[in-house]
């Protein structure tokens, strides 16, 4: 027995050739996409015991990845409650640069450096190549759209809803990202791959705005909606983004206001001081302020006196 399944929008019904595909072109397009993904994992040069283990987790990264683009969701599915109250239902089946980053680093790990080259390109394209239209998330396509709703007509998984499509988490300022890309075109290099003229263009105005932004308050990597605040993690990174910002003009013989950045390397937040109870997490940072280590936790006791 054989399933074929074709999409078409509706206006091209009456034009397109719809008629049923025979058992043979099944056969040999299922036969096609097996040898190609064969090819593919048999690129993956391991030798240890868990190779196989590996392998399997990297087939299942790189099949969240949109070939055309480059772009690598989150998840393939939306609305897949995180608890039984079902609060936190949201779409996943976008491209965040901090998860993709994660992602890219692992694969590069493996030897698959095309797939970490194409994600590259997808944040550089999708920003349009400039610090100000830089977004969290994108769709497959770059969209930067991505209005959230919610279908009251499904019920969601288990009868835990709502079912949401699009996530507006898309509007959020989330300052970790700058870590996030300058991180990864820091191992890129290390890789042999140093970024070009208009990549570094783009890198340069990333830590700029790290300098100026370190301090702001934020959304964080826990996307928590309501007002901005201030997130230890948040700050940590955009340390990260200064000093591999860096250490790349240093390397690779750039232009860039290093003065400047490293003024603001020795102020932002590199390690932890203070303790707090949710992730052991601090920071010195020169004023009195309360930082946000994650989301709330039921005595209340998830802030950590810190300095901004």
């Known amino acids: 027995m054989r399933f074929s399944l074709e999409y078409l929008p509706p206006h091209r019904l009456e034009l397109a050739d719809v008629g049923r595909t025979?058992?043979?072109e099944l056969d040999r397009r299922l036969d096609e996409t097996i040898d190609w993904w064969h090819h593919w994992s048999d690129s993956i040069q391991l030798d240890s015991l868990d190779a196989a283990a590996a392998k399997r987790s990297a087939t299942i990264l790189k099949g969240l990845q949109n070939a055309p683009t480059g772009a690598i969701v989150a998840?393939?599915?939306t609305s897949l409650p995180e608890s039984a109250n079902g609060e936190r239902n949201w779409d996943y089946r976008y491209s965040w640069i901090r998860d993709s980053a994660f992602t890219v680093r692992s694969l590069a790990s493996l030897g698959l450096d095309a797939e970490a080259d194409r994600f590259r390109?997808?944040?550089e394209r999708s920003a349009a190549g400039s610090t100000e239209t830089l977004q969290i998330v994108y769709g497959v396509g770059g969209e930067r759209r991505l209005t959230e709703l919610e279908l009251d007509d499904l019920e969601g998984y288990r009868g835990i809803g709502p079912v949401r499509i699009g996530n507006a988490a898309a509007r959020q300022v989330q300052l970790d990202v700058y870590g996030e890309l300058l991180d990864l075109a820091w191992r890129w290099h290390r890789r042999g791959s140093s970024p070009d003229d208009d990549y570094w263009r783009f890198l340069v105005e990333l830590v700029d705005a790290?300098?100026?932004?370190?301090?702001?308050?934020?959304r964080g990597l826990w996307e928590l909606r309501g007002e901005p605040r201030h997130f230890v993690h948040s700050k940590v990174m955009c340390w990260a983004a200064l000093d591999r910002g860096i250490?790349?003009?240093?390397?690779c013989l750039r232009r860039a206001p290093t003065r400047r950045w490293r003024t603001a390397r020795r102020s932002a937040p590199r390690r932890s001081t203070a303790r707090c109870c949710c992730c052991r997490a601090s920071s010195s940072w020169p004023t009195t302020t309360r930082a946000w280590c994650g989301p709330p936790m039921p005595s209340?006791?998830?802030w950590t006196t810190a300095t901004a």
Do not use: N, Q
Not at 210 to 218: F, G, I, K, L, S
């Open 300 to 302: 209340g006791r998830s």
């Open 247 to 251: 250490r790349l003009a240093d390397e």
């Open 22 to 24: 025979d058992a043979a």
């Open 75 to 77: 998840a393939p599915t």
């Open 121 to 123: 390109r997808f944040v």
């Open 210 to 218: 790290a300098a100026d932004r370190w301090r702001e308050p934020d």
